[in-house]
């Protein structure tokens, strides 16, 4: 009785899920299809409970059928992808687990949890179609963007590191090895992996970047390599990144999110210079330079083991390290300069320049995001503002507190900083007597004359805010 009523609840409460769970018992007859499998099939639950399973999917077998395989195998197996048309013609796509229900050592039936993952497949069919659409264009109308002629004279840097790492990969650039590319986020790994391919032999050819941290693991090989029909059904025939880059450059971002199975096949790409398109056994020769990028210390990626240590040495033939914005701040005010010039242009502005206490500020602070971070600062500024030049008011409240702990004798002499620091005394103390000069005179030990001397001498105002 008291299983009875937890079963019962139990098979209710599946209802309200949003994965689709089919039981079916040891003979292959469904038991139990919760309202989610309904919906993705299309199916009514009246024409499916107590029928065997291939009377209701005629389309499958016991080979294709990931239930039928468990209730064989006793195995279960997980995510599993499955492309197939419902009842209603819709093309559906799931994410199945399916495992076997034992008792007491007998094998009772088997579980499939499915869950839709129609709508994620074809954005990821969409984005393939987006790329050859991009190549396509890129090839007959010559380049459109302007990131994408990007050069090595777009890497602005004095700083000795950048010097030499732009030296070695312009040396990079005009051969055809792998190169691996480090640096924090907003260091310009992107810049450099551009300015590498537009200057080598294969500029003209195409170019395809791909963040393997932005698409969900399963469909990555798909991306790279291609789909054949017939790999899961309602598969289609589809070319991979690696192929639509044929004779040009892939750059894979983010490479140790990459799945390390697919890290293994993409080794295997790398050794034999040939692709497999997923579900197909032929396989098709490709000329693919691969630059890759990582935005943790490869080492740390290998020892958390999410990046192969095979792979790590196929792939970094040539390493790059680029350093932070923080272990270079000699080159902030020549990327001041740049992304001044850059942001008028843009936003059709006259900008000069940024004072010395915005300057100050800029190299006290830490730019945790990089160049990218200093490009958006001063990007914000120019196009919110018609200013001559960038003073500390148009900076963002972070930046306030640097500029309250600058050193603001920097570039000065001692009268003046003696000054300054006189000045900022006689405000402190004004303040914290409401602007009674006789208190704040003995709170500073001074006569009150001299104050007030000094007062008019700095032409110090109570402000109007305070009033
Ligand atoms: N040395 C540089 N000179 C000029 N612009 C730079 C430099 N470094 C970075 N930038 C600019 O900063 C922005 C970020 O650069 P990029 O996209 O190459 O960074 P990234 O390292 O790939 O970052 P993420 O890891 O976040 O993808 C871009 O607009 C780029 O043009
Ligand atoms: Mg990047």
């Known amino acids: 009785?008291?299983?009875?009523?937890?079963?019962?609840?139990?098979?209710?409460?599946?209802?309200?899920?949003?994965?689709?769970?089919?039981?079916?018992?040891?003979?292959?007859?469904?038991?139990?299809?919760?309202?989610?499998?309904?919906?993705?099939?299309?199916?009514?639950?009246?024409?499916?409970?107590?029928?065997?399973?291939?009377?209701?999917?005629?389309?499958?077998?016991?080979?294709?059928?990931?239930?039928?395989?468990?209730?064989?195998?006793?195995?279960?197996?997980?995510?599993?992808?499955?492309?197939?048309?419902?009842?209603?013609?819709?093309?559906?796509?799931?994410?199945?687990?399916?495992?076997?229900?034992?008792?007491?050592n007998k094998l009772k039936g088997a579980i499939e949890i499915s869950k839709d993952i129609t709508q994620v497949r074809e954005l990821s069919e969409k984005i393939i179609d987006l790329q050859s659409e991009l190549l396509k264009n890129d090839i007959s109308d010559g380049l459109i963007e302007d990131e994408t002629i990007c050069t090595f004279m777009d890497i602005i840097g004095q700083n000795q590191t950048i010097k030499e790492l732009k030296q070695v990969a312009l040396k990079a650039a005009e051969t055809d090895v792998p190169v691996l590319i480090y640096g924090e986020t907003g260091t310009g790994k992107e810049l450099f992996v551009r300015a590498i391919h537009n200057t080598g032999k294969r500029k003209d050819k195409p170019f395809i970047a791909q963040n393997c941290a932005a698409l969900p693991s399963n469909l990555l090989e798909g991306i790279l390599f291609g789909t054949v029909k017939g790999s899961f059904t309602g598969a289609v025939d589809r070319p991979g990144l690696f192929e639509l880059a044929n004779t040009g450059t892939i750059f894979l971002d983010e490479v140790n999110s990459m799945p390390l199975e697919l890290q293994a096949k993409l080794l295997r790409v790398i050794q034999n210079k040939t692709i497999r398109r997923l579900g197909s056994l032929k396989t098709i020769k490709v000329d693919v330079r691969i630059i890759s990028a990582v935005n943790v210390p490869p080492i740390d990626a290998i020892n958390t083991k999410k990046l192969r240590n095979d792979l790590y040495y196929r792939l970094s033939v040539i390493n790059l390290d680029i350093p932070s914005l923080s272990e270079r701040k000699e080159d902030i005010p020549l990327l001041v300069k740049h992304f001044i010039n850059k942001s008028n242009y843009k936003y059709n502005k006259s900008t000069k320049r940024a004072t010395k206490e915005v300057m100050s500020i800029f190299t006290n602070y830490d730019w945790p995001g990089n160049v990218r971070e200093l490009e958006h600062t001063i990007e914000a500024v120019i196009s919110l503002n018609d200013i001559e030049e960038i003073k500390e008011s148009h900076l963002p409240q972070k930046f306030k507190s640097i500029s309250a702990s600058v050193n603001k004798?920097?570039?000065?002499?001692?009268?003046?900083?003696?000054?300054?620091?006189?000045?900022?005394?006689?405000?402190?103390?004004?303040?914290?007597?409401?602007?009674?000069?006789?208190?704040?005179?003995?709170?500073?030990?001074?006569?009150?004359?001299?104050?007030?001397?000094?007062?008019?001498?700095?032409?110090?105002?109570?402000?109007?805010?305070?009033?």
């Open 1 to 104: 009785m008291k299983d009875l009523f937890f079963r019962e609840n139990i098979f209710e409460i599946l209802d309200y899920i949003d994965e689709g769970v089919h039981i079916i018992d040891n003979r292959g007859n469904s038991v139990y299809y919760n309202k989610a499998a309904q919906r993705l099939d299309r199916i009514n639950k009246n024409d499916v409970m107590n029928k065997h399973l291939l009377d209701i999917y005629p389309s499958l077998s016991d080979e294709t059928s990931t239930l039928l395989k468990v209730i064989n195998t006793r195995k279960p197996v997980f995510n599993v992808e499955q492309t197939f048309i419902n009842y209603k013609g819709d093309k559906i796509t799931t994410i199945n687990s399916s495992i076997p229900i034992v008792a007491g």
């Open 409 to 467: 004798y920097d570039n000065c002499s001692l009268n003046e900083a003696v000054s300054k620091l006189e000045e900022n005394m006689i405000i402190s103390a004004l303040e914290k007597t409401n602007w009674n000069t006789s208190k704040a005179a003995k709170l500073i030990n001074v006569p009150r004359q001299t104050l007030q001397y000094k007062i008019s001498k700095y032409n110090i105002k109570r402000r109007r805010a305070e009033n």
